[in-house]
């Protein structure tokens, strides 16, 4: 899953929902299940995370929303598995490859028709 977040050293909880789609009420339950996210909280309480929370919650969407896993088996493949940061990044970029080909077929078949 790409997301689109700019370059930045904190986001807000609301960037972060609306970059992964999901309600804010999510995150802030992920963030109770997952010691991994440790945002940044100032004295009103507001969340700050951080490009390494925002990396933690792409493992975590991954896992539960995109493979199926439970809470239980998301911990325990973030405990038992430590390349899976690497394999979320290898995805990633698959699928931008494939998307630009995609776009590369369908300037060919534009191309072919005319």
Known sequence: M???????LYY?????????????SLIRYWEQE???IKP????????????????????IY????EKGYTLDGAKIALTTNSKISETITIIDRL??????????????ADR???
Not at 2 to 8: A, F, Q, R, S, V
Not at 12 to 24: L, M
Not at 62 to 65: A, D, G, M, R
Request: no cysteine; glycine share 4%; aromatic share 8%.
């Open 2 to 8: 790409k997301i689109n977040l700019p370059d930045k």
């Open 12 to 24: 807000s909880i609301g960037e972060v929902a609306k970059a992964f789609d999901v309600n804010t």
């Open 34 to 36: 997952f010691p991994i």
């Open 40 to 59: 940044k909280k100032n004295k009103k309480g507001n969340r700050y995370f951080t490009p390494e929370d925002i990396k933690n919650l792409q493992i």
């Open 62 to 65: 991954h896992l539960v929303k």
């Open 95 to 108: 699928e931008f490859v494939k998307a630009e080909l995609l776009k590369l077929k369908e300037s060919l």
């Open 112 to 114: 072919n028709v005319e």
